[in-house]
């Protein structure tokens, strides 16, 4: 049974920092490319960023360049998305996936629950 189980959310200042981790258990984390999506209320779904296998290749939506950071352990089959400088339109439900290369959902084929991440202004 694959789980993925994301921590780490929570409320923020506008400027603040949250580190988001996402552990998987029940495949082999290392064979999968990861990413972070998030969702606000009343808006799609979106891509946030994606990192490879091996953690060499990353690749990152417009709004997250420069301020999120995504990267992985393989030896603690955990991936993490390090966000600085917050802002309110940053406020959404964050999931992390487990699938193959790409921006789209249906790259992804599990997911984990999600952690809200708050900003406030």
């Known amino acids: 049974q694959v789980q993925l189980v994301e921590s780490g959310g929570g409320l923020v200042q506008a400027g603040g920092s949250l580190r988001l981790s996402c552990a998987v258990s029940g495949r082999t984390f290392s064979s999968y490319t990861m990413g972070w999506f998030r969702q606000a209320p009343g808006k799609n779904r979106e891509f946030v960023a994606a990192i490879s296998q091996t953690g060499v290749s990353t690749y990152y939506a417009d709004f997250a360049k420069g301020r999120f950071t995504i990267s992985r352990d393989n030896a603690k089959n955990t991936v993490y998305l390090q966000m600085n400088s917050l802002k309110p339109e940053d406020t959404a439900v964050y999931y992390c996936?487990?699938?193959?290369?790409?921006?789209?959902?249906?790259?992804?084929?599990?997911w984990g629950q999600g952690t809200q991440v708050a900003v406030s202004s």
């Open positions: 996936a487990s699938g193959r290369w790409g921006t789209r959902s249906y790259d992804y084929d599990y």
